[in-house]
């Protein structure tokens, strides 16, 4: 079943949407949740959240290409449980490596002005992505969107996973002194 | 900022590139095609060199191959050190560098201008239908008669003679065997060999 029909079953309030959706979207939206998460059952519970998400807001909202729609879904829901239950204490999740990653270049303490930042810093970001050669971008997205194990990405780019990890580097060091020169206090 | 702002706000990249990312998560690179396409490249660089030189030597060696020294060679008195040969026992020339199907035009001063219909057993600079000149330095004596129309036949005498109008006149189709003149400013061919067959 196409993404068009599946968002139709939602739009007409029909209850196979969600079975569909799963069938579909289910080990996708998994395993983003679990690169989050790192916990089974966390993951299945964000996953059907997920699904509860994409139930609440179709419609109004009509995904042009429901994979991605469903994988933001999943990717907010699974950061946020995330941080509710990891306040305090880092578990060993692809997020949390992602963010010791980060913290290298991006080492200020939160404040509620720099969360206001948020969607300045997308597009900040958009930009800095669109200057990378389509393989980098697809590596950065892949770690840093997917969240996804840099053995994974090597795989699917069909790459040597030494060599995923030294574009990440680059890119990361590339990121920062962008981000510098666009007048982000890092 | 922190890291978990960042992380937040790759939420909102270009959902184009996400679906491309997503794609390749579903559909990853396979391993023996990357390779495949790697030999390929390899294979292509090295195909693209192999033409290359072929391609060098195609412009540079003839210029320098009428120059080289031929044991037994007779000199062109037209061409300096040009038009070597070898005299062997039947009368043919040793190294038939080049052979060309030639239609002649006209004859002046024992050179033809002739029309090239094709090139036989050899890579040549010319074309086919191109005019040319060609002088006969020294033939050795291999023709036979168009009126016989019998095979090649044994050479009469080891003497070189010069073929003249009257043995090939214009129109005539004729073989030659020889090189071009690389020091003659037009296409000029030095022929040491010629008959009315191959």
Redesign the interface.
């Known amino acids: 079943m196409c993404d068009e029909d599946i968002v139709k079953l939602y739009q007409l309030r029909d209850e196979t949407a969600l079975s569909v959706t799963q069938e579909v979207y289910g080990s996708y939206l998994y395993k983003i949740a679990y690169n989050i998460l790192s916990d089974r059952q966390d993951s299945d519970e964000s996953v059907n959240d997920t699904y509860l998400a994409a139930w609440n807001s179709i419609p109004p909202h009509l995904p042009a290409v429901l994979s991605t729609y469903l994988g933001k879904l999943a990717r907010r829901i699974s950061i946020d449980r995330f941080r509710r239950k990891h306040r305090q204490k880092r578990i060993g999740s692809e997020y949390a490596t992602s963010i010791t990653e980060l913290e290298g270049i991006l080492s200020s303490p939160q404040s509620p002005e720099e969360l206001a930042e948020v969607k300045l810093l997308a597009e900040y970001i958009n930009r800095f992505l669109q200057t990378l050669p389509k393989e980098t971008r697809r590596v950065f997205i892949g770690r840093y969107y997917f969240l996804d194990p840099v053995k994974d990405i090597a795989a699917y780019c069909g790459i040597s996973e030494g060599k995923t990890k030294t574009v990440l580097h680059r890119t990361r060091e590339k990121l920062k002194s962008f981000l510098q020169k666009e007048g982000f206090s890092l | 900022?922190?890291?978990?702002?960042?992380?937040?706000?790759?939420?909102?990249?270009?959902?184009e590139?996400?679906?491309?990312?997503?794609l390749?998560?579903?559909n990853?690179?396979?391993?023996t095609?990357?390779w495949i396409r790697r030999v390929a490249v390899i294979a292509a660089c090295i195909a693209i060199t192999f033409v290359g030189v072929i391609a060098l030597r195609g412009i540079f060696i003839p210029a320098f191959d009428g120059a080289l020294p031929v044991a037994g060679h007779t000199e062109s008195p037209e061409s300096n050190n040009f038009c070597e040969y070898t005299d062997t026992d039947d009368g043919i020339l040793a190294h038939s560098e080049l052979c060309m199907a030639i239609r002649i035009d006209t004859w002046e001063n024992g050179t033809a201008t002739a029309t090239v219909v094709e090139v036989i057993d050899a890579e040549s600079a010319v074309d086919i239908h191109q005019s040319i000149e060609v002088y006969f330095a020294d033939i050795a004596n291999t023709t036979d008669s168009e009126e016989s129309n019998t095979e090649e036949s044994e050479p009469e005498s080891s003497e070189s003679y010069a073929p003249t109008e009257e043995d090939y006149p214009n129109g005539s189709v004729v073989y030659v065997w020889g090189k071009f003149d690389a020091t003659a400013s037009t296409p000029t061919f030095c022929a040491y060999r010629m008959s009315t067959t191959l």
Do not use: G, Q
């Open positions: 900022m922190n890291s978990e702002h960042f992380l937040d706000a790759m939420a909102y990249i270009d959902e590139w996400i679906e491309d990312v997503a390749l998560r579903r990853p690179k396979s391993i095609v990357i």
